[in-house]
């Protein structure tokens, strides 16, 4: 958690958190060390692309919304440089938290979500591990003391595993 925790902190443009809701995070490793990480949380509350693409009424939101896994955090480090290897760790990562999800939580998550700042990335690995491009979502939060950032984002989602 230490190792996570300081490599979000100090990479991660969000930082480590607060994550909120249900959680798991992933440390990427190899023979050359520690190469990022992922965290997985609760989904956003509403979206309304996400919602519409759902075709959820309001009781089957509310029932079932808990079974959309937001994946919170996706770092691969800067001073790592290998050709599809954020696909590669996209792809085996979402092999497994379905089932760690499970084994942790007693029940399996059906659906991913994921953001893409689209003014700094392209999401190449979400088309390279077949993530359902749906829609534009601009977001608030705070960044910092008092501060408020919006930004643009692209929304994709993935049905699990």
Same mark, same amino acid.
């Given at each position: 958690?230490?190792?996570?925790?300081?490599?979000?902190?100090?990479?991660?443009?969000?930082? *480590?958190?607060?994550?909120? $809701?249900?959680? #798991? &995070?992933?440390?990427?490793?190899?023979?050359?060390?520690?190469? @990022?990480?992922?965290?997985?949380?609760?989904?956003?509350?509403?979206?309304?692309?996400?919602?519409?693409?759902?075709?959820?009424?309001?009781?089957?939101?509310?029932?079932?919304?808990?079974?959309?896994?937001?994946?919170?955090?996706?770092?691969?480090?800067?001073?790592?440089?290998?050709?599809?290897? *954020?696909?590669?760790?996209? $792809?085996?990562? #979402? &092999?497994?938290?379905?089932?760690?999800?499970?084994?942790?939580? @007693?029940?399996?998550?059906?659906?991913?979500?994921?953001?893409?700042?689209?003014?700094?990335?392209?999401?190449?690995?979400?088309?390279?591990?077949?993530?359902?491009?749906?829609?534009?979502?601009?977001?608030?939060?705070?960044?910092?003391?008092?501060?408020?950032?919006?930004?643009?984002?692209?929304?994709?989602?993935?049905?699990?595993?």
């Amino acid at each position: 958690m230490r190792i996570w925790n300081e490599m979000m902190l100090r990479e991660h443009p969000q930082g *480590a958190g607060p994550l909120v $809701g249900c959680q #798991l &995070r992933y440390l990427i490793n190899s023979d050359h060390g520690w190469l @990022g990480g992922f965290a997985f949380s609760a989904a956003a509350l509403n979206l309304r692309d996400r919602d519409q693409w759902m075709g959820w009424d309001t009781e089957q939101h509310r029932t079932h919304l808990h079974r959309v896994l937001g994946m919170s955090r996706f770092l691969l480090r800067t001073s790592v440089h290998c050709h599809n290897l *954020a696909s590669c760790v996209l $792809g085996m990562v #979402l &092999r497994q938290v379905g089932p760690d999800f499970e084994a942790q939580y @007693g029940y399996r998550p059906w659906l991913v979500e994921s953001f893409v700042d689209t003014e700094h990335f392209l999401g190449t690995c979400y088309k390279a591990t077949n993530w359902i491009d749906i829609g534009k979502t601009q977001g608030t939060w705070a960044s910092g003391p008092r501060k408020q950032s919006s930004q643009v984002r692209q929304n994709h989602l993935r049905l699990c595993d």
